[in-house]
């Protein structure tokens, strides 16, 4: 079969002949029809991301979406090594598929379900979102933090407070939900005054997509100005700004603030696979927008090199349905 082979860590995959997948008693076939390019997939052929796979070569792709041999069409994740989603056929566990709803296509499918799943776990299994808090969404500028705008208002937040370093895309997240608005300034006194004020009003849950400079501003600021006896939720869902901070103690022993991360080794895996399916009902109810470009799987080596965060890069095989 035709596919996606990562011969060694941080070399470009190349489109060629991979032996075909067997599924076993408890496996799935899939055929399939779309599978989007994510950071996460990415840094895994890099070798940065900590799931990464450590013997090659290997098939690129975390999930993507296909039909089963019965014809039924479903959204699947973590294919069994060496192979992915980015191929013309897939073996996973038939425990990592989850049927996809009418109404939603495969391209969109295929685009939505890893970005959007990161703040849906986020808010519902380790933030615990509920009606009417005020989220604040940092690094709102990119294919995850727009979803994560528009789920928080799906799932009930009473306000969305977005940051990011344009001026104008982040006036344009108003229209998909965002309350209001914070750049990411360079001068450190000029944010640290807008953070300040925003968690005086109140701020119950933080998504951090950028961690770096941004995060240890807020976390300070939520330290020195959160509202007293307010508990400040910080998820850590990315690391786009920077791998490390430097957090002072204090900031810990003077608030409220509890820090966690949201990802494949903090959720048990089967509330992932809940998380998606739930995610992918919703977003033909909420009728989530996400921009999205198609490439031919054939022509990957010559998309690889393009932003995998916005537009979403969708690799298609095979028959899509729209």
Same mark, same amino acid.
């Given at each position: ?198 968690? !005086?009003? $109140?701020?119950? @849950?933080? %998504?951090?997509?950028?961690?770096? =400079? /941004? &995060?240890?501003?807020? *976390? ?19 690391? !786009?700004? $920077?791998?490390? @901070?430097? %957090?002072?103690?204090?900031?810990? =022993? /003077? &608030?409220?603030?509890? *820090? ?63």
């Amino acid at each position: 079969m035709k596919a996606v082979i990562v011969a060694q860590a941080g070399s470009t995959p190349v489109y060629s002949d991979f032996k075909e997948p067997a599924p076993s008693s408890s496996e799935s076939r899939i055929a399939v029809t779309a599978a989007a390019l994510s950071p996460v997939v990415k840094a895994r052929v890099s070798g940065a991301h900590y799931s990464a796979p450590g013997d090659f070569p290997f098939v690129a792709g975390i999930d993507g979406v296909g039909r089963l041999d019965d014809g039924s069409r479903v959204y699947f994740i973590l294919p069994k090594a060496p192979y992915g989603s980015m191929a013309e056929r897939a073996v996973v566990p038939s425990s990592h598929c989850v049927p996809v709803p009418d109404g939603l296509d495969d391209i969109t499918a295929a685009a939505i379900a890893n970005p959007g799943f990161s703040s849906w776990a986020a808010f519902k299994e380790r933030a615990s979102l509920a009606p009417g808090e005020t989220v604040l969404v940092n690094g709102a500028t990119g294919t995850s933090g727009r979803l994560a705008i528009q789920i928080a208002k799906h799932l009930g937040a009473g306000k969305v407070i977005a940051t990011g370093r344009n001026a104008a895309t982040l006036q344009s997240l108003k229209a998909i939900g965002a309350d209001e608005t914070v750049l990411l300034v360079d001068n450190t006194d000029a944010l640290d005054s807008a953070f300040k004020e925003h968690f !005086a009003g $109140g701020i119950d @849950i933080v %998504l951090d997509y950028l961690w770096g =400079r /941004s &995060a240890e501003r807020l *976390l300070v600021a939520g330290a020195k100005a959160g509202k007293e006896g307010v508990p400040i939720r910080f998820v850590q869902l990315g690391n !786009a700004s $920077g791998a490390n @901070i430097t %957090l002072p103690a204090a900031a810990l =022993r /003077s &608030a409220p603030i509890e *820090l966690m991360g949201s990802g494949l080794g903090s959720v048990p895996f089967n509330r992932i696979v809940g998380a998606v399916e739930e995610l992918l009902q919703a977003a033909v109810k909420g009728g989530f927008e996400i921009a999205t470009q198609t490439v031919p799987l054939s022509e990957v080596e010559q998309a690889w090199p393009g932003d995998a965060c916005f537009p979403r890069i969708v690799f298609t095989v095979g028959k899509i349905a729209r």
